[in-house]
């Protein structure tokens, strides 16, 4: 079965930094000829947002909110998403997502709509 599972989020002071990381298992991504991993966030009572995307080719996307803080990368070899976060603020709390999604290109309007297998999500919470 595929699963994906987040790590890494928490609580932390504005300004702060974290590194979310997801592990995907029953699926090897560099098998595939084209795919693209994201990084979505919810907050309670607001509807899920992409903040972030990669795909095959190294090529990314990031959500104008949060361009020049936050950095997607992935490691072909572990298998593995990382979302690096730096000057955390409060308006980023959120529950934290990844998602894959197979025989697609994303771009920066790419929404969580046809990714195939999501994670269980990680908390992050910002405060003042």
């Known amino acids: 079965q595929v699963q994906l599972m987040e790590s890494g989020g928490g609580s932390v002071q504005a300004g702060g930094s974290l590194r979310l990381s997801c592990t995907v298992s029953?699926?090897?991504?560099?098998?595939?000829?084209?795919?693209?991993m994201g990084w979505f966030r919810q907050a309670p009572g607001k509807e899920r947002e992409g903040v972030a995307n990669?795909?095959?080719?190294?090529?990314?996307n990031y959500a104008a909110s949060v361009k020049g803080r936050f950095t997607i990368s992935k490691d072909d070899a572990k298998n593995t998403l990382y979302l690096q976060i730096h000057g955390l603020k409060p308006e980023d709390s959120a529950m934290y997502y990844c998602?894959?999604?197979?025989?697609?290109?994303?771009?920066?309007?790419?929404?969580?709509?046809?990714?195939?297998?999501w994670g269980q999500g990680t908390q992050v919470t910002v405060s003042s």
């Open positions: 998602a894959a999604k197979l025989y697609a290109r994303c771009s920066a309007s790419s929404g969580p709509a046809n990714f195939e297998y």
């Open positions: 990669i795909n095959w080719d190294d090529s990314t």
């Open positions: 029953g699926l090897t991504l560099t098998t595939y000829r084209s795919y693209c």
